[in-house]
C-alpha cells in the first residue's frame, strides 16, 4: 500500500471537498496485458480477465503495480477512477461535479 498521512475529518478550507477511501485496483492480466478491475479483498483468490478469460492469482505485488485505482463518488455513487499519484488530491466527478479527496485505507 502506499503512504499517506493519517486520516482527518477536518479538511480546513477546502469543506466542500468530500474524503473517501480507495475501493478497487485496475491491474493488468499476465496474459493480455489488458485491465482487470479487483479489490484488495480479492488477495490469494483467483481472477479471471474479461478479454481473454485468463485465470490468474490476486497477489500484493499486483496490487502494487496496478494502474490505476477507484472509488465511488459520495454523490452519485459513480465509478472514480483515477492514478495513484492522485492519492489525497483533490479530483471531480466527471457525472456530477463533485468536488472529492481519495485517501489509501490499509
Known amino acids: 500500500e502506499t503512504a499517506v498521512e493519517p486520516w482527518s475529518e477536518e479538511i480546513s478550507e477546502r469543506s466542500e471537498v468530500v474524503v473517501v477511501s480507495v475501493q ?28 481473454c478469460d485468463h485465470e490468474f492469482a490476486v497477489t500484493a505485488e499486483l496490487l502494487r503495480e496496478a494502474t490505476h485505482l477507484t472509488a465511488d463518488c459520495p454523490s452519485c455513487h459513480g465509478r472514480l477512477r483515477f492514478r495513484r499519484e492522485q492519492l489525497q488530491q483533490t479530483i471531480q466527478c466527471p457525472l456530477c461535479d463533485t468536488q472529492t479527496e481519495i485517501r489509501m485505507i490499509v
Open 24 to 51: 478497487g485496483y485496475c491491474v493488468t492480466c499476465p496474459e493480455c496485458l489488458h485491465e482487470v478491475d479487483t479489490d484488495k479483498h480479492n488477495i490469494g483468490k483467483r481472477e479471471v480477465c474479461g478479454h
